[in-house]
């Protein structure tokens, strides 16, 4: 009796012990069943077959990381609502949906995106990425368009990525996404320092008739006195004068050969021809060790300026193009010329062209009031925050959406 019952134990034994290796086994697949399929090359080109938004215009926009001076100026559909998500995101809407976003820095979600096509392009400083990049299989299937625009400021280099549903972007959209975006700056570059490192115990200051009238000697003069600065500053005016004017007076380049002076501003560029006097004069200071500055005067020509910068590589400072700058945000041209034949420039003009000398020199800017050369209070009513700063503004900040 007892040896039937360890028999039938041990049949029950076996009998569980097969239901237990049945039940923990599991079917065989095919490597097909294991592996879901994410990926089919041959929809890689079916972004072709969707079809595209006609914008009824484009709207410009521009965008910038808050405290820098330069923005980015793009065009969108006019359809796209651009609006802050996150400090570092813009979401875009487009009848009343979520097609894309605009973010400050590369993207990290590409996980599962497949690149299926490039193009690139270059305007400036700006470099312009397009990729049009897949996802999914079959019914999951989706495609975006990912740009990004890269620029260096300050020694960094900053990115603007464009994410966006393929279905948004036509041909001319993504031609317009890719090749005319640019770049532009807030405001001027005040150019503090940018001559720090010139000796400068001796300056001389040379041109025409605009060197009379705009009191620029005198004018840097006090604003040296008044901020602790010494120096010897000599403005020479002659009327009608040239570049050539000064390489031809034989006594003025001998005292230049000898050394007299630390630092010359040199105007007189009223065509190109006087590039080739300029390179004279050049040569007179690099043997005495003399910075020479290009310096155009108001009345003077702008492609004979740049043309001359251009083949010499001189440091310049653009007193023409300050003014011009200043007359542009409204200030009176009558302010910086008097109303004569040659349009003469007045104190005005000449107190700019003293703070750009003076800026550029000592690294600083001139902080304490003037009174004999120029009222101060006059100056400060008309030129605003360039007293400040040194800067003028291009474009309206305002206008500007901003990454924090």
Not at 190 to 203: F, H, V, W, Y
């Amino acid at each position: 009796m007892k040896k039937t019952i360890l028999i039938f134990l041990l049949i029950l034994a076996t009998l569980l012990c097969a239901c237990e290796n049945n039940d923990s086994k599991q079917p065989e697949t095919t490597s097909e069943q294991q592996t879901e399929v994410t990926d089919l090359s041959a929809e890689d080109d079916d972004y072709k077959e969707i079809a595209r938004r006609d914008p009824s215009g484009y709207t410009e926009h521009q965008f910038g990381l808050r405290g820098n001076n330069l923005v980015l100026d793009i065009d969108f559909p006019a359809e796209w609502k651009i609006e802050a998500e996150t400090e570092l995101v813009f979401s875009i809407t487009a009848d009343g949906r979520s097609v894309g976003r605009l973010i400050w820095g590369t993207v990290d979600d590409n996980e599962g995106w497949k690149i299926v096509e490039t193009d690139n392009s270059m305007e400036s400083d700006l470099k312009m990425k397009m990729y049009i990049e897949k996802k999914g299989s079959r019914e999951t299937l989706a495609f975006r368009y990912r740009f990004e625009y890269e620029y260096t400021e300050q020694d960094a280099i900053c990115t603007v990525t464009l994410l966006i549903d393929c279905a948004e972007v036509n041909d001319y959209t993504q031609k317009r996404l890719l090749l005319a975006p640019s770049l532009y700056p807030l405001r001027t570059d005040a150019g503090i320092g940018i001559l720090q490192s010139a000796k400068k115990d001796n300056i001389l200051i040379l041109g025409n008739s605009f060197i009379n009238s705009s009191s620029i000697g005198s004018i840097f003069r006090e604003m040296l006195q008044k901020n602790g600065k010494a120096a010897n500053v000599q403005a020479i005016s002659r009327g009608y004068a040239t570049v050539e004017t000064y390489v031809t007076d034989s006594f003025m380049m001998e005292n230049i050969r000898a050394g007299a002076y630390d630092i010359i501003f040199i105007c007189g560029f009223y065509s190109t021809s006087e590039i080739a006097h300029l390179k004279t004069l050049k040569a007179a200071c690099d043997e005495s060790d003399t910075t020479l500055v290009i310096f155009p005067a108001h009345n003077e020509s702008e492609n004979a300026f740049t043309q001359a910068c251009k083949e010499t590589s001189l440091p310049s400072l653009n007193w023409k193009g300050e003014i011009n700058a200043l007359i542009k945000t409204g200030i009176s041209k009558r302010d910086f010329c008097i109303d004569d034949m040659h349009q003469h420039s007045t104190a005005l003009a000449g107190y700019v062209g003293a703070h750009m000398i003076y800026r550029a020199l000592y690294g600083s800017l001139p902080t304490n009031a003037l009174a004999s050369s120029i009222d101060q209070s006059y100056v400060n009513e008309l030129l605003g925050d360039y007293v400040q700063t040194g800067s003028i503004p291009l474009r309206d900040a305002d206008a500007v959406k901003y990454f924090h």
